[in-house]
Structure formats: C-alpha cells, structure tokens
C-alpha cells in the first residue's frame, strides 16, 4: 500500500502592504509522502505572496497537468498559474500558454544556473516571473513546519517575514526575471 500524504492545517495572517492585501486564511495542505517540509513551507510561501479568494493548491507533485497554486475565475479560466523547484521549460511555456499569469518560485542552491540554462527558451513567455529563494531561508521555514500552525506574513517594500507565535523568519526572495 502506498504511503498517504499527511495533513497540515495552518492559520495564516496576511498583511501585504505592498499589494495592500490584508486577509486570513485557514489552510489544509496535504503534504505528499516525497514532499519536505520544506517544500510544504514554500507552497504556503507562496500562497501568501499571490493570496486572492481563488488561489487554492493544486496537485502538484502528484499531477503534472496542476501546478502547485492556482487561481481559476469563476468561469474556470486560470488566472495564475504557479511552480515550484525547476520545472522544464517546456512545461512552463505550456502554462503559460494556459494561463494569464505564471510565476516560479525556484527554492534550489543552483537557482541561478537552472535559470541561466532556460532563460533563452523562456523569452517569448511574457507572462512569466521567476524568483529564486535563499537556501537559508528555505532551511529556516522548513523549521517552522508543524501539523498545526499560526502563521503571519506581513510584506512591506519587497521585504517578506513569516512568523509563528515564537519564530521569525525574514525571507530572502531574488527576482531572476521580473513580471511584466
């Protein structure tokens, strides 16, 4: 029998004063058996930076026609598309061919060489903005990760902080190619 994805619920605080975005949202997010915790905390990383009433999580891992996030209008038309990690340009010019909006989060040491690998492939997409995230700040939100959490996000001028009850993670984000 195949292992089951664990659950984690979190209450999460928005305060984005960049987009002027003030919102709670409580989150159920199944956590794949060869997901990380880290990787989990970058899922809700960026559901925070893009929360609207229509991002919700994909499959993801488990299904490559989904992304990781996604928000859809009411008719179904996708608005935002997003990925994590370094996924294939190919994949990336199909979403953005599907959507309105695509944004990659890559959260990998080697950011900037898969970028610089693809960013040829990827100049026609103009849909798409990439943002690497700092191996440290990866390894400090992995920490935070708990099958139950209270969380904070407040952003203000580019500047990006998680918070528990206890902990405070400032968030390195490096734009690699910015939206249009």
């Not at 002027?20 to 997901?35: M, N, Q």
């Not at 598309?81 to 989060?105: D, F, H, M, N, T």
């Not at 001028?157 to 528990?164: L, P």
């Amino acid at each position: 029998m195949a292992p089951r994805a664990t659950v984690y619920k979190a209450q999460l605080q928005i305060a984005d004063m960049d987009r002027h975005y003030y919102a709670d949202h409580p989150l159920t997010i199944a956590c794949h058996p060869s997901e990380t915790e880290e990787r989990l905390m970058i899922r809700v990383l960026a559901f925070a930076l893009n929360a609207s009433e229509h991002l919700t999580f994909g499959k993801g891992l488990s299904d490559d026609d989904e992304p990781d996030l996604w928000a859809k209008d009411l008719t179904g038309i996708i608005e935002l598309w997003i990925e994590l990690g370094q996924p294939e340009e190919k994949a990336i010019l199909r979403a953005c061919g599907r959507s309105a909006k695509v944004i990659v989060y890559a959260h990998v040491a080697n950011a900037a060489a898969w970028w610089a690998g693809v960013e040829g492939k990827l100049s026609r997409a103009k849909n798409l903005a990439v943002y690497a995230i700092a191996p440290e700040s990866k390894a400090a939100l992995g920490a935070l990760a708990a099958r139950s959490m209270d969380l904070q996000c407040t952003v203000q001028d580019g500047d990006v902080w998680i918070r528990t009850s206890t902990e405070s993670v400032q968030v390195a984000l490096i734009t690699l190619r910015a939206p249009n």
